[in-house]
């Protein structure tokens, strides 16, 4: 025969039985939810890091680019710069070479003027020599 004391628990025990497995299901439940969430929570955390990833690719691409289109203007502006100061140079040195040309052409008239006066002088003067000597 059983104790009284298990008769009395008998009634009691099933519900209490039944309500400690029900909290203990709630609990992993809950606990299942939570690790779902965590889990999530992470996933999301991982789709966020990896969603600013690639913004900063797309950012440091952008730079780059932006960079390289910089420098390919700074180029060009070189570029023409260098273009002016080659022209400028390259006439400079045809007003030089004008310059030395109109010199030499003034030298080489100056010497015929010169020359020319100086033979006329010679043959004025020795023609007075001649017909002075010539009187004589």
Same mark, same amino acid.
């Given at each position: 025969?059983?104790?009284?004391?298990?008769? !009395?628990?008998?009634? =009691?025990?099933?519900?209490?039985?039944?309500?400690?497995? #029900?909290?203990?299901? =709630?609990?992993? @439940?809950?606990?299942?939810?939570?690790?779902?969430? /965590?889990?999530?929570? *992470?996933?999301?955390? *991982?789709?966020?890091?990896?969603?600013? %990833?690639?913004?900063?690719?797309?950012? !440091?691409?952008? !730079?780059?680019?932006? +960079?390289?289109?910089?420098?390919? @203007?700074?180029?060009?502006?070189?570029?023409? =710069? +260098? *273009?002016?100061? @080659?022209?400028?140079?390259?006439? #400079?040195?045809?007003?030089?070479?004008?310059? *030395? /040309?109109?010199?030499?052409?003034?030298?080489?008239?100056?010497?015929?003027?010169? %020359?020319?006066?100086? =033979?006329?002088?010679?043959?004025?003067?020795?023609?007075?020599?001649?017909?002075?000597?010539? /009187?004589?």
């Amino acid at each position: 025969m059983p104790s009284p004391l298990m008769t !009395l628990a008998a009634p =009691v025990a099933v519900p209490l039985a039944s309500l400690a497995v #029900k909290t203990i299901e =709630v609990v992993i @439940e809950r606990q299942q939810i939570l690790n779902a969430t /965590k889990i999530n929570e *992470q996933i999301q955390r *991982q789709y966020f890091l990896r969603f600013l %990833g690639f913004i900063a690719v797309i950012a !440091l691409a952008y !730079l780059f680019w932006s +960079h390289s289109a910089a420098l390919k @203007e700074q180029r060009i502006q070189n570029e023409m =710069v +260098h *273009q002016r100061m @080659e022209a400028e140079r390259e006439r #400079k040195a045809q007003m030089e070479i004008s310059r *030395q /040309k109109h010199m030499y052409d003034a030298l080489i008239y100056c010497v015929t003027v010169f %020359g020319a006066a100086g =033979v006329a002088v010679a043959v004025v003067g020795a023609t007075i020599v001649f017909w002075l000597f010539r /009187k004589q």
